[in-house]
């Protein structure tokens, strides 16, 4: 087996792994204790539908599965009785990427997966099987805590005290993770990398979309010639490549870090950069071996 649960301190039941584990390594594989449909969250009363829902699948759940659903922890309620929907609102994962069309569904046991913000692991759900997968992002080493980032890639990004503020409010822990707990000149660097890859995006986005939004009428032939917007692209497949790179270094979501690989496999076609298109496109094959939702690149 690749993992036990195990109670942490300071932490309550966490998940450590009893072996090394490589990246891109199948973690565990589960199906949902119980769905709750996405439609429901569009009602006219989405908060009462939500709990009579909830109640409604819970009082068809065999007795077993039901104690199963509570024994899991509630953060919502603010005192030490649990209640069905704090529960749910505590320990439900996104069906696949969160959209407003997206169900959320109840893993008992990948509900015990603890945050980082420095995570070694990332959930995706692999719809063809009907379950929700954990996948190491990197080489996980025996006796290590595998966690999981509870937030998006946006919230990632952020500094320090937005993103303690964040799980504070929403999950009701102050996080003391690998990267909250850095001080000094680590946690300067830290968070420089941070805003770096938000700047590095900025950049990025300069060069390659400048243009877009102005009709072709509006812009002269002479005011941009066919070089000057090659070699801006080059330019911003540079500064592309060095932030995937601090992206990875941060692990951030590889649902991003693939999307952003789609942007610069468009840049790199649109200036016919097809050597450097070559090293993007392996990049992004190595970053979907985590995962089971991405397609591969319009490589031709």
């Known amino acids: 087996e690749a ?3 195990r109670q ?59 104690q199963l659903f509570m024994s899991l922890s509630d953060c919502k309620t603010g005192n030490d009785e649990k209640s069905e929907i704090g529960i749910w609102r505590t320990n439900n994962f996104a069906l696949g990427p969160t959209s407003p069309k997206s169900s959320n569904g109840i893993f008992p046991t990948i509900a015990r997966f603890n945050h980082s913000c420095l995570p070694s692991a990332e959930f995706v759900w692999n719809e063809k099987v009907g379950q929700q997968e954990i996948r190491a992002i990197r080489d996980i080493k025996a006796q290590e805590e595998i966690s999981l980032c509870y937030f998006t890639s946006k919230y990632q990004l952020e500094n320090v005290e937005k993103r303690k503020q964040y799980l504070l409010d929403y999950y009701g822990f ?20 941070r805003f770096q890859i938000n700047k590095l995006k900025e950049e990025f986005d300069d060069l390659v979309y400048e243009f877009s939004d102005i009709e072709e009428e509006e812009v002269p032939n002479s005011t941009l010639t066919e070089e000057q917007v090659s070699e ?10 060095q932030r995937l790179e601090l992206m990875t270094d941060l692990a951030i979501k590889c649902r991003s870090r693939l999307n952003f690989c789609d942007e610069l496999l468009e840049a790199a076609y649109d200036c016919s950069h097809f050597e450097m298109a070559k090293i993007i496109a392996e990049k992004r094959l190595r970053f979907s071996s985590h995962t089971v939702w991405s397609s591969p690149p319009n490589c031709h």
């Open 8 to 66: 942490i301190e300071g932490k309550g039941i966490g998940i450590i792994a009893l072996r090394n584990i490589k990246q891109g390594e199948l973690i565990i594989s589960e199906e949902p204790l119980l769905i709750i449909p996405w439609w429901v969250r569009h009602s006219v009363y989405p908060g009462k539908d939500l709990e009579d829902t909830l109640s409604k699948f819970l009082e068809d759940l065999p007795e077993e599965r039901y």
């Open 174 to 193: 102050e996080c003391c993770c690998t990267v909250c707990s850095l001080k000094g000149e680590a946690l300067k660097m830290d968070e420089s990398q």
């Open 3 to 5: 993992f036990v649960s």
């Open 232 to 241: 801006d692209l080059k330019r911003a497949l540079k500064i592309g490549l």
